[in-house]
């Protein structure tokens, strides 16, 4: 079964970088290009919001509204992907979830199956 | 950018049928899946492509999305369906997740 897990720094200071490790357990990232892999949050009290993907190769895509502060990366070698988030602030206080991104053979029906936890992350001033 | 609706809340009776719609422009000609999250677990994906059910997932559920308007169908709603649900779909590349719906069984 696999299983994914986020860990980091659970506080950050405004205007810090914000950086996530996602472990992948019972799987290998390497799997197939059939599998992306990504970050979502979900600040307290709001909706979800999709930060962006990456695949084992390094091809990445992000949400137009983080682009700038926002990249993702992935270590085959450790079975794991990363986020980093520059110039922090209060609004990026949020539940991070790294998850999988199936890429079925339909275009654009793409689905997240596999959901780590979450962590929690506050921005402190 | 784009933009999916969802009813805050739906309310149901155990044993009832609960709906939960989401709203986009030409949503039908894209595919709809479904989360569902409840307080200090891992999300679940309940449906994908519109219509499907992961392996493991209840026949309760159902999708269907046609329009500019997806929904998702909990028959025989049980107290354990109680959560947060959320739609999803690609635009330009781009996830985009519906405002959510908190369903309360009743």
Same mark, same amino acid.
């Given at each position: 079964? *696999?299983?994914?897990?986020? &860990? ?10 914000? +950086? #996530?490790?996602?472990? @992948? ?9 059939s ?12 909706? *979800?919001?999709?930060?962006? &993907? ?9 949400n137009? +509204? #983080?682009?700038?502060? @926002? ?48 962590t ?6 | ?27 039908g ?78």
């Amino acid at each position: 079964q *696999l299983q994914l897990q986020e &860990s980091g720094p659970r506080l950050v200071k405004s205007s810090e970088t914000l +950086s #996530l490790t996602c472990t @992948v357990s019972g799987g290998s990232i390497i799997s197939s290009m059939s599998y992306y892999w990504g970050w979502i949050r979900q600040p307290p009290g709001t909706g *979800l919001a999709w930060i962006g &993907s990456i695949s084992y190769t390094g091809t990445t895509y992000y949400n137009p +509204s #983080l682009k700038s502060r @926002v990249t993702i990366s992935v270590d085959t070698s450790n079975n794991q992907f990363f986020l980093r988030l520059n110039s922090v602030t209060a609004a990026d206080t949020a539940l991070y979830y790294c998850a999988r991104l199936a890429l079925p053979a339909l275009p654009d029906s793409n689905y997240f199956d596999y959901w780590g936890q979450g962590t929690l992350v506050t921005v402190s001033s | 950018s784009y933009e999916l609706s969802q009813p805050p809340s739906v309310s149901v009776s155990p044993g009832q049928t609960a709906s939960i719609t989401c709203s986009g422009d030409k949503l039908g000609d894209k595919y709809a899946c479904w989360y569902q999250l409840k307080p200090g677990q891992s999300p679940v994906l309940v449906i994908f492509q519109n219509t499907r059910r992961p392996s493991g997932i209840p026949g309760r559920f159902s999708g269907s999305n046609s329009g500019n308007t997806a929904t998702l169908t909990i028959s025989g709603t049980q107290a354990m369906d109680e959560a947060d649900y959320y739609c999803q779909a690609w635009d330009s590349s781009t996830g985009v997740f519906g405002t959510g719906t908190k369903v309360t069984v009743l």
